[in-house]
C-alpha cells in the first residue's frame, strides 16, 4: 500500500475508487466495506484508495473547545490503522492532516478540491452515516447529486451487524473501555493488538526481576488501559505468553524517561534466551491483548509493585492455563 501525507505528491493514482472515513480499529464492519471498494476498484481498472485525517476531527475540536474529555478514545495508532488497511488490500492511502483549513471547507468545496481535483475519483463508497465539509452540512444525498454533475459514481454501504449489534468504533471503544476483549475480539475480527518498535525505558523492570518491551502508544487517551494477559509477536516463531500494562503507570517517578506518555510495558513470562538482555530493544512487535486482568493500581513501594508483578505474572499463567486446558478440550470433542 503506497501511503501519502496530503495529494498533492507526484505519485499519487491520478484517478481511484475511494472510500472516507477515519477507520479507527479497522472493525469488520469497515473490512466489510474495504472488500467491496476493492472489487469495485478491480472493476474499474484503478487502485483503490482510503482518505483519512490525522488527527480525528473530533479530536481537532476538542482542542480548539480546549475540552480534551469530548475528544474519542483512540482505539489504533496511526501505525496500527495503517497496517490493517494494507492487509485488507487497500492499494493507496491518503492521509489528511485536520486543522482550520480542512474543518472549514463547505461540501461543495470539498468535493471539488479533494475529490476531483485532489484525487480524480471515479467511485466514491461512503457509509449510512457518512457526513462531510464544514459543519457536517454535507450528507449522501449532496454526495451523490455532485457524483452526477462531475462524473463520479457514488455508493452507500449500510451498518454491518455481529449477533444483532452494529459494528462501529464506538462500539469497540465500549468493549474496551469495559475491559470485555472477547467482544472487541468479535467486533474487530482479531485480538486487539498493539504494534510498534520497543524502545527504551527507565529499565526498573529489570532491576525488579520483570524485563519489559516497551511499545508508546502515540496518542494520550486510549481506548483499552490496565493490566492484560498478552501475546507478542514477532521476537520468536511462536507468540510468547506474558502480561502488559497500558497506562501511565501510576507508580512511578513522573521523571521518569518517559514519563506522562501512554505505554504499552511487556513482560515475557518466558524470554527468548537468544535474545539476549538487550535484543528487543528497536524490533517490531505486535503486542495482543487477550484477558483484562484489572485496572492500573498505585503502588506506595516498589516493593509493593513488585509483589503486584508477581501477582499479575500468576493470574497470566493461570489464564493461559485454562486457555490450553479448553483448546485441548475442543480438540478431543473435534475429534470424537
Known amino acids: 500500500m503506497r501511503i501519502f501525507r496530503g495529494f498533492h505528491h507526484p505519485g499519487v493514482a491520478p484517478a481511484c475508487a475511494l472510500t472516507i472515513g477515519n477507520f479507527d480499529g479497522v472493525h469488520r464492519g469497515h473490512q466489510a466495506m474495504l472488500a467491496l471498494l476493492n472489487n469495485e ?19 481537532y475540536f476538542a482542542g480548539v473547545m480546549r475540552k480534551p474529555e469530548v475528544a474519542p478514545a483512540r482505539v489504533a495508532t496511526l501505525r496500527d490503522k495503517l497496517t490493517e ?13 485536520f486543522d482550520a483549513q480542512l474543518s472549514s471547507l463547505v461540501p461543495e468545496a470539498f468535493v471539488d478540491e479533494v475529490l476531483v481535483r485532489g484525487l480524480g475519483a471515479k467511485y466514491v463508497l461512503v457509509g449510512d452515516d457518512f457526513r462531510f465539509g464544514a459543519k457536517r452540512a454535507g450528507d449522501y444525498g449532496m454526495l451523490d447529486s455532485a457524483g452526477s454533475r462531475q462524473g463520479f459514481d457514488v455508493a452507500r454501504m449500510n451498518s454491518y451487524q ?43 523492570g529489570r532491576e525488579l526481576g520483570f524485563k519489559t518491551l516497551n511499545l508508546r502508544f502515540a496518542h494520550w487517551k486510549p ?75 498505585r503502588y506506595d513501594s516498589l516493593d509493593a509493585l513488585k509483589a ?8 497470566a499463567r493461570a489464564f493461559f492455563a485454562a486457555t490450553h486446558a479448553e483448546t485441548r ?6 475429534r470424537i
Open 223 to 297: 481506548a483499552a488501559g490496565g493490566i492484560f494477559a498478552v501475546h507478542v509477536h514477532g521476537l520468536a516463531q511462536q507468540p510468547l505468553e506474558g502480561v502488559a500494562n497500558l497506562g501511565i503507570r501510576p507508580s512511578l517517578d513522573p521523571a521518569d524517561v518517559n514519563g506522562g506518555r501512554v505505554l504499552l510495558e511487556t513482560h515475557c513470562l518466558r524470554w527468548p534466551e537468544p535474545l539476549g538482555e538487550e535484543g528487543g530493544y528497536g524490533k517490531i512487535i505486535r503486542v495482543d491483548l487477550l484477558h483484562k486482568l484489572h485496572d492500573e493500581l
Open 162 to 204: 455481529v449477533h444483532g449489534l452494529r459494528v462501529s468504533s464506538s462500539a469497540v471503544r465500549d468493549a474496551l473501555g469495559r475491559g470485555d476483549m472477547a467482544g472487541a475480539t468479535a467486533l474487530l475480527g482479531r485480538p486487539y493488538s498493539i504494534s510498534g518498535h520497543v524502545v527504551h525505558g527507565r529499565k526498573l
Open 85 to 97: 488497511l494494507a492487509r485488507c488490500g487497500v492499494q493507496q492511502c491518503i492521509v489528511l492532516e
Open 41 to 59: 476498484a478491480s472493476h474499474r481498472g484503478v487502485p483503490s484508495c482510503v482518505l483519512t485525517f490525522e488527527p480525528h476531527p473530533r479530536d
Open 308 to 315: 503486584g508483578i508477581g501477582r499479575d505474572c500468576d493470574a
Open 329 to 334: 478440550r475442543q480438540t478431543t470433542r473435534d
